[in-house]
């Protein structure tokens, strides 16, 4: 018979466990509405997901902001338009008044935790951004850049993402810039990535490879989600894949689900393998409870109610990622 825990004793519980937590979001697409200047990162704002009053309020230690170069930019304006952005970053009035810290080393991030300040990673989402040559790759990581993904949906001059097919997997130039990156200490993202370009990478590489921001398609089978096997190779590698919020890649839109994608990952990969990666602000709808980020506590009491363990939570919630940060970026 299953007898359930009495609720309210596990919801302490897991504010407390959350709060205790590092807690630590793979993925978001703040940057282009700051850009935009549609609103600030300082200032709480009624519209997106993510500002740092609301992070703050959600208990998110370290937020990474993605670049995001879109596929519909000529070609030659794709440098430009994120280097752009990671500018909008450092020029947002959080920046400059110490609430955001910008971090290349877990060190940096675990220090801005215990100050109370927001820890900031850079990512690139699309890293056509680098247009054709690899120079650019280290000219992102002067800037801060530590983890790229190679595309976005559709085929680019590195790889082909979800629905693209050019090149049949990783273009020769898409492997000596993953090499290239890998070199660097630049965290490879698979997320956007078809089946084939996925294990063109697995191949190329031999560092941790992440998924910042995909789910299980054993439970929900979109392209965007990972098979099996892929979630396998991840944790063979020893990488993390981050849970994405987007009820359209959960398959049901509540808080709930995305436990279920955590907990069918543990039984493939292991609870050491599974991130967070909500993709706030580049998703139209999110789960019910979960309208932004200041919401986050509510996905520790869904991973508590499905029954993983307190160093398990906290594992999911940032140091699996942190430890994936540490192994790839050195000190
Ligand atoms: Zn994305």
């Given at each position: 018979?299953?007898?359930?825990?009495?609720?309210?004793?596990?919801?302490?519980?897991?504010?407390?466990?959350?709060?205790?937590?590092?807690?630590?979001?793979?993925?978001?697409?703040?940057?282009?509405?700051?850009?935009?200047?549609?609103?600030?990162?300082?200032?709480?704002?009624?519209?997106?997901?993510?500002?740092?009053?609301?992070?703050?309020?959600?208990?998110?230690?370290?937020?990474?902001?993605?670049?995001?170069?879109?596929?519909?930019?000529?070609?030659?304006?794709?440098?430009?338009?994120?280097?752009?952005?990671?500018?909008?970053?450092?020029?947002?009035?959080?920046?400059?008044?110490?609430?955001?810290?910008?971090?290349?080393?877990?060190?940096?991030?675990?220090?801005?935790?215990?100050?109370?300040?927001?820890?900031?990673?850079?990512?690139?989402?699309?890293a056509?951004?680098?247009?054709?040559?690899?120079?650019?790759?280290?000219?992102?990581?002067?800037?801060?850049?530590?983890?790229m993904s190679l595309t976005?949906?559709?085929?680019?001059?590195l790889a082909d993402g979800?629905?693209?097919?050019?090149h049949g997997g990783l273009s020769a130039f898409g492997r000596t810039a993953v090499r290239h990156m890998a070199s660097?200490?630049?965290v490879l993202d698979v997320?956007?990535l078809t089946e084939r370009s996925f294990w063109d990478l697995v191949r190329a590489t031999d560092g941790p490879i992440v998924a910042?921001?995909?789910?299980?398609?054993?439970?929900?089978?979109?392209?965007?989600?990972l098979t099996?096997e892929q979630l396998k190779a991840i944790a063979a590698r020893g990488g993390?894949?981050?849970?994405?919020?987007?009820?359209?890649?959960?398959?049901?839109?509540?808080?709930?689900?995305?436990?279920?994608?955590?907990?069918?990952?543990?039984?493939?990969?292991?609870?050491?393998?599974?991130?967070?990666?909500?993709?706030?602000?580049?998703?139209?709808?999110?789960?019910?409870?979960?309208?932004?980020?200041?919401?986050?506590?509510?996905?520790?009491?869904?991973?508590?109610?499905?029954?993983?363990?307190?160093?398990?939570?906290?594992?999911?919630?940032?140091?699996?990622?942190?430890?994936?940060?540490?192994?790839?970026?050195?000190?």
């Amino acid at each position: 018979m299953f007898v359930p825990k009495n609720v309210t004793t596990e919801a302490r519980d897991a504010k407390a466990l959350h709060r205790v937590s590092i807690v630590v979001d793979l993925h978001a697409d703040t940057l282009m509405s700051i850009a935009a200047g549609e609103r600030t990162l300082s200032v709480r704002s009624a519209a997106g997901h993510i500002d740092v009053p609301r992070l703050r309020a959600g208990g998110v230690a370290c937020q990474v902001f993605a670049a995001y170069v879109s596929p519909e930019l000529p070609p030659d304006r794709m440098y430009a338009r994120a280097t752009a952005l990671l500018d909008a970053f450092d020029a947002d009035a959080a920046t400059r008044d110490g609430a955001l810290a910008k971090c290349v080393t877990v060190a940096q991030i675990r220090a801005a935790a215990a100050s109370g300040r927001v820890a900031a990673v850079f990512s690139i989402e699309n890293a056509d951004a680098i247009e054709d040559s690899v120079d650019r790759i280290d000219a992102l990581y002067d800037r801060g850049v530590r983890i790229m993904s190679l595309t976005w949906n559709g085929s680019n001059r590195l790889a082909d993402g979800v629905g693209g097919d050019r090149h049949g997997g990783l273009s020769a130039f898409g492997r000596t810039a993953v090499r290239h990156m890998a070199s660097r200490g630049i965290v490879l993202d698979v997320s956007h990535l078809t089946e084939r370009s996925f294990w063109d990478l697995v191949r190329a590489t031999d560092g941790p490879i992440v998924a910042t921001h995909s789910n299980a398609a054993a439970l929900e089978p979109h392209p965007r989600n990972l098979t099996d096997e892929q979630l396998k190779a991840i944790a063979a590698r020893g990488g993390v894949v981050g849970l994405n919020f987007y009820p359209l890649f959960l398959g049901v839109p509540t808080v709930a689900s995305i436990a279920a994608h955590a907990r069918h990952m543990a039984t493939i990969m292991g609870a050491s393998h599974i991130a967070l990666g909500s993709d706030f602000d580049g998703i139209g709808r999110t789960p019910e409870g979960l309208e932004d980020v200041s919401h986050m506590p509510r996905v520790t009491e869904a991973l508590v109610a499905a029954g993983f363990t307190a160093p398990e939570v906290r594992g999911i919630l940032g140091e699996n990622a942190l430890r994936v940060f540490a192994e790839t970026w050195g000190d």
